[in-house]
């Protein structure tokens, strides 16, 4: 099993903005058009791409640069404007190693694509959401359409031509009833690195959105994909959650920010070079800047981020601040963080009883795979005793 880290500056981008081939019914990132009003053009030009890549190399203080390309569907560029990106990283990386991630929805992968990922060494993270009947409850065409035989056939696709790939599921009112069923798919298809997130979603008036996983739900979903996990995968397949509770109970910074103590390093970059704190955080009062008017630098590491930053330590109820699993969650993302404790205090992350009754049901487990680690053995060990 592997120690993640964090990179010390991360920056999604969105070259498409908030367009889309799909209209996923839990999708957060759609209401973001609103920011940008009617303007047609919502496509990154190729002069903001490059003033983008030079600002972000002269950001970045180690040797391998990690590009990030999100959605909308960034497979909604043609591939031209990816290959003039690879030209500028080599222009501008003064021989740094560059490394690129692509996530996309795995419906408009073609032949082509797939040889351009291998040849260029790109990771590609495939959204999909478990077995069919589980994926296309909430992932459908704009006309209503089903989409899972579709990715299907995009990751037959990246396996042929032998593109590496990370699954990246949600965990939603649906799926999160079937973790088992869950997670043998995904090992089925040959998945050697999972990420599920949890669908934490609020309506215009406050409530819970109807499609958003339960705190119960998230509790007995992690311990039940968990459980499968354990006896056979360790060490052969990545789940992030799982490496990075190990990496916080071993006291090493986790890979994913939700469970850092700290979070911030994680920038959003919009199509007109507009950044914002984090990628849940594109609202107005979270905008930084704009690229073509500030430094990439100077925004990532201003005052304004940094206060950002340190957010995420300050607010928590007296619940969390005395908790045995806050070294584990941290407080979770602060996104999450509108429920209130049994006294009525604010500041409750949303799924704090689901965390609680994971880090219970693992902890043992995480003891004796951080024992094994520090000794330098394998924390695979677990599935001997």
């Given at each position: 099993?592997?120690?993640?880290?964090?990179?010390?500056?991360?920056?999604?981008?969105?070259?498409?903005?908030?367009?889309?081939?799909?209209?996923?019914?839990?999708?957060?990132?759609?209401?973001?058009?609103?920011?940008y009003?009617?303007?047609?053009?919502?496509?990154?030009?190729?002069?903001l791409?490059?003033?983008?890549?030079?600002?972000?190399?002269?950001?970045?203080?180690?040797?391998?640069?990690?590009?990030?390309?999100?959605?909308?569907?960034?497979?909604?560029?043609?591939?031209?404007?990816?290959?003039?990106?690879?030209?500028?990283?080599?222009?501008?990386?003064?021989?740094?190693?560059?490394?690129?991630?692509?996530?996309?929805?795995?419906?408009?992968?073609?032949?082509?694509?797939?040889?351009?990922?291998?040849?260029?060494?790109?990771?590609?993270?495939?959204?999909?959401?478990?077995?069919?009947?589980?994926?296309?409850?909430?992932?459908?065409?704009?006309?209503?359409?089903?989409?899972?035989?579709?990715?299907?056939?995009?990751?037959?696709?990246?396996?042929?031509?032998?593109?590496?790939?990370?699954?990246?599921?949600?965990?939603?009112?649906?799926?999160?009833?079937?973790?088992?069923?869950?997670?043998?798919f995904?090992?089925?298809?040959?998945?050697?690195?999972?990420?599920?997130?949890p669908?934490?979603?609020?309506?215009?008036?406050?409530?819970?959105?109807?499609?958003?996983?339960?705190?119960?739900?998230?509790?007995?979903?992690?311990?039940?994909?968990?459980?499968?996990?354990?006896?056979?995968?360790?060490g052969?397949?990545?789940?992030?959650?799982?490496?990075?509770?190990?990496?916080?109970?071993?006291?090493v910074?986790?890979?994913?920010?939700?469970?850092?103590?700290?979070?911030?390093?994680?920038?959003?970059?919009e199509?007109?070079?507009?950044?914002?704190?984090?990628?849940?955080?594109?609202?107005?009062?979270?905008?930084?800047?704009?690229?073509?008017?500030?430094?990439?630098?100077?925004?990532?590491?201003?005052?304004?981020?940094?206060a950002?930053?340190?957010?995420?330590?300050?607010?928590?109820?007296?619940?969390?601040?005395?908790?045995?699993?806050?070294?584990?969650?941290?407080?979770?993302?602060?996104k999450?963080?509108?429920?209130?404790?049994?006294?009525?205090?604010?500041?409750?992350?949303?799924?704090?009883?689901?965390?609680?009754?994971?880090?219970?049901?693992?902890?043992?487990?995480?003891?004796?795979?951080?024992?094994?680690?520090?000794?330098?053995?394998?924390?695979?060990?677990?599935?001997?005793?």
């Amino acid at each position: 099993m592997r120690l993640p880290f964090a990179t010390p500056l991360y920056v999604m981008l969105k070259p498409v903005g908030a367009a889309c081939n799909l209209r996923c019914s839990y999708c957060y990132y759609l209401e973001k058009a609103e920011l940008y009003g009617k303007q047609q053009q919502r496509y990154m030009s190729d002069e903001l791409l490059e003033r983008f890549t030079r600002q972000y190399l002269e950001a970045q203080t180690q040797p391998e640069v990690l590009f990030t390309w999100h959605g909308g569907e960034p497979l909604l560029r043609p591939l031209a404007f990816y290959q003039k990106a690879l030209e500028l990283q080599r222009q501008y990386g003064r021989g740094r190693q560059m490394d690129n991630c692509l996530q996309t929805n795995g419906t408009l992968l073609t032949e082509e694509w797939c040889r351009f990922f291998h040849d260029n060494n790109f990771l590609i993270g495939i959204s999909i959401d478990g077995p069919e009947h589980l994926h296309d409850g909430y992932r459908r065409t704009r006309d209503g359409q089903p989409t899972h035989r579709q990715v299907m056939k995009g990751i037959e696709m990246l396996e042929r031509h032998g593109v590496q790939w990370n699954a990246m599921a949600t965990v939603n009112r649906l799926n999160a009833d079937h973790p088992a069923a869950f997670y043998r798919f995904f090992r089925s298809i040959g998945c050697k690195f999972l990420q599920f997130t949890p669908v934490v979603e609020r309506t215009d008036d406050g409530s819970v959105a109807p499609y958003a996983v339960t705190p119960e739900q998230w509790g007995r979903f992690t311990c039940g994909v968990y459980d499968e996990w354990v006896t056979s995968d360790v060490g052969t397949v990545f789940v992030q959650l799982f490496e990075a509770t190990l990496a916080n109970w071993a006291g090493v910074t986790p890979g994913v920010c939700s469970l850092s103590s700290m979070c911030g390093h994680s920038l959003a970059m919009e199509w007109n070079g507009d950044v914002y704190s984090c990628d849940h955080y594109v609202y107005p009062e979270y905008r930084l800047g704009n690229i073509n008017q500030q430094t990439l630098t100077a925004l990532a590491y201003g005052e304004r981020q940094q206060a950002f930053r340190q957010k995420k330590t300050e607010g928590l109820p007296r619940q969390c601040r005395t908790c045995q699993w806050l070294f584990a969650c941290h407080g979770e993302c602060p996104k999450n963080r509108f429920a209130t404790t049994a006294n009525g205090e604010a500041g409750l992350n949303y799924l704090c009883e689901g965390y609680r009754t994971f880090f219970s049901h693992v902890a043992a487990d995480m003891d004796f795979m951080r024992d094994e680690w520090r000794a330098g053995r394998a924390p695979a060990n677990i599935m001997m005793r």
